[in-house]
């Protein structure tokens, strides 16, 4: 049948694209169904370009660590300059307890085989020259992590997807899921029913709506943040630099430069900003600027060349959801990324794809085992 498919996606951005394309290497037939005009038009578009397994737990930093070997060889891999680079994270600390904070995550960090380690003060600074000496520490140091294109990754990994046989329609977003007894029979659209027995929700901030008429609800509920771009500069700095610490209104802030030369930059709301306003503000460059500069006082003469503001789709403890939900047979959430869709996503889509192909291997298990839709979401991400 012309619409029968294996696999149905909805949603054609972090996580459904490359998803579709490790459905469609496993000889899957897979469509996707996006409303918007062409891949990575939601948040995928809005994300800064971080690309970290430095995370506080085994079930994200495996699938990161799979993320980053997709982006680091995607280049050699299949041709296509998607911006990598191979920046490192660094985590500068200036505060006894941070640093008490961070050494304690260095154990399970590094437990689950993640390249990470405590510098001195000295090697921080030869890292990002310029940063603020005084009461610098120290920091932990992910050599391995990096950035790229966000852009130019979601349109690569699209090409690849069509080039395996994956279909795309875009301008044409899912209007119901369908079931008969307890299990999905297809996904109905405006331009007509698509027949399959598998669905998987990849919608982002729009997944707990796309979930609801099934009866299934789903923790996920967008917050706001901004960030923003400079004008290119010289290199002068090559890690993704994360400041942990609090500030009047952010929680925390991080900036990186990327492989064009310029500055990167994005900060966490403290408090939160809930629901889907995506209009910028005039808080955020004076909050920001005031950080940055602080710490590195060398990028006060970069001009802003404009700011932006994105949805984090947040579950309550600040991890995904991937999971199969007994109550409808068929149906696959891949939600919550909390704003960490873009570096999940490779890594995620192989993992997921392999549960869906039925042909987990043992590490695919141990990824998606953390990210169960019933659980107390009581514990909380350290490294959000």
């Known amino acids: 049948m012309k619409n029968k498919y294996d696999v149905i996606i909805i949603g054609a951005g972090s996580i459904g694209v490359p998803l579709a394309m490790s459905l469609a290497e496993r000889k899957l037939k897979t469509l996707v169904l996006e409303a918007a005009a062409s891949p990575g038009q ?12 430095t995370h506080s737990d085994g079930s994200k930093i495996k699938a990161c660590l ?12 299949h041709g296509d300059d998607i911006g990598w680079i191979k920046g490192g994270y660094l985590f500068p600390v200036y505060t006894e307890n941070d640093e008490s904070v961070l050494k304690e995550l260095l154990k399970v960090q590094q437990g689950f085989g993640l390249n990470i380690n405590w510098i001195s003060a000295d090697k921080v600074r030869e890292l990002v020259p310029g940063i603020a000496a005084k009461d ?51 996904v109905r659209t405006a331009q007509g029913c698509y027949t399959t027995a598998c669905v998987v929700n990849a919608a982002g901030a729009e997944a707990a709506k796309v ?23 010289e290199r002068f700095f090559e890690p993704m ?7 009047d209104k952010s929680k925390n802030y991080y900036f990186y430069q990327n492989f064009e030369g310029q500055i990167v930059f994005c900060l966490t709301p403290q408090p939160q900003l809930w629901g889907a306003d995506r209009r910028s503000t005039s808080e955020f460059l004076p909050e920001i600027s005031k950080r940055m500069i602080a710490l590195m006082p060398n990028v006060a003469n970069l001009k802003v060349r404009r700011t932006w503001r994105g949805l984090y789709p947040m579950t309550p403890d600040g991890f995904p959801v991937v ?37 987990p291997a043992a590490e695919d298990k141990e990824i998606l085992a953390g990210f169960r839709l019933e659980r107390s979401f009581a514990g909380q991400e350290k490294l959000k």
């Open 136 to 186: 610098l520490r120290g920091g932990t140091w992910s050599p391995d992590d990096g950035s790229a294109s966000p852009l130019l990754s979601i349109n690569a990994f699209y090409r690849r997807a069509v080039k395996l046989g994956a279909e795309f329609r875009f301008r044409e977003p899912a209007t119901e899921i369908l079931s008969e007894k307890g299990a999905v029979t297809g």
């Open 211 to 233: 979930s609801e008429p099934t009866g299934i609800k789903v923790p996920v509920k967008p917050d706001c943040h901004e960030a923003g771009i400079t004008e290119p500069a």
């Open 66 to 77: 799979r993320s980053i070997r997709i982006f680091s060889g995607w280049e050699q891999d």
């Open 241 to 247: 630099v994360v400041d942990i610490r609090p500030g």
């Open 42 to 53: 939601g948040q995928n578009k809005c994300a800064i370009g971080g690309i970290r397994a």
């Open 323 to 359: 999971d199969f939900p007994p109550a409808l047979k068929g149906y696959v959430l891949a939600v919550g990324m909390c704003g960490q869709g873009f570096m999940l996503g490779p890594g995620l889509g192989e993992a997921l794809a392999a549960h869906i192909a039925g042909k």
